[in-house]
């Protein structure tokens, strides 16, 4: 109830929250897409980052909304701007398969660093793969060792294959193949 009072004078913080309520069934509230992005939408509009990723993945999965590959992308772009990790990973995401943008090796390596620069261990993955390849960044086996190392010290199991790869051909690091 305070939230939707909240919520309903106008806090950005308290639509949020709202919107998770509904989208998740939570809170008393029946699951309803439609006003999870509602609310969503509503903190969006005022700049809340959290608010604009949880609406651009309402956007890319039509949960609440008409799918729609480039208000998704457009969503994740502005909460990227404000430095949301997970906002950063997702346009990495859109860029590397091409949805709702154009597909750009550049702009895909710039997010996965900014979102890898914050820990998220996911693009902390993804960015030592780009290393490794030399796709979009410089090839660098010791920058990929690297991420790889960090994302797998989180429990990323693909980062903990990648990285084990590279330890048993000493290549990024040092050889170990135990």
């Not at 949960?63 to 990973?89: H, P, T």
């Not at 620069?117 to 010791?142: D, F, K, R, S």
């Not at 290549?171 to 193949?177: A, P, V």
């Amino acid at each position: 109830k305070l939230f939707r009072q909240a919520a309903e004078q106008g806090l950005a913080a308290a639509q949020h929250v709202l919107g998770e309520c509904y989208a998740g069934g939570v809170g008393g509230l029946v699951q309803n897409g439609e006003e999870a992005a509602r609310f969503y939408r509503l903190a969006a509009d005022q700049g809340l980052a959290l608010a604009q990723l949880d609406l651009g993945r309402c956007y890319a999965q039509g949960k609440g909304c008409v799918e729609n590959d480039e208000e998704a992308a457009r969503f994740y772009r502005l909460a990227a701007e404000q430095g949301l990790a997970a906002a950063q990973y997702d346009c990495g995401f859109i860029y590397e398969h091409g949805i709702g943008v154009a597909h750009d090796h550049e702009t895909v390596a710039r997010f996965y660093k900014q979102a890898a620069g914050q820990g998220l261990a996911i693009a902390q993955e993804a960015l030592g793969y780009y290393c490794m390849l030399g796709v979009g960044v410089a090839h660098n086996l010791a920058d990929a060792a690297r991420n790889f190392r960090l994302a797998a010290d989180q429990g990323d199991v693909d980062a903990q294959y990648r990285l084990g790869f590279l330890c048993e051909h000493g290549k990024g690091t040092k050889r170990d193949s135990g």
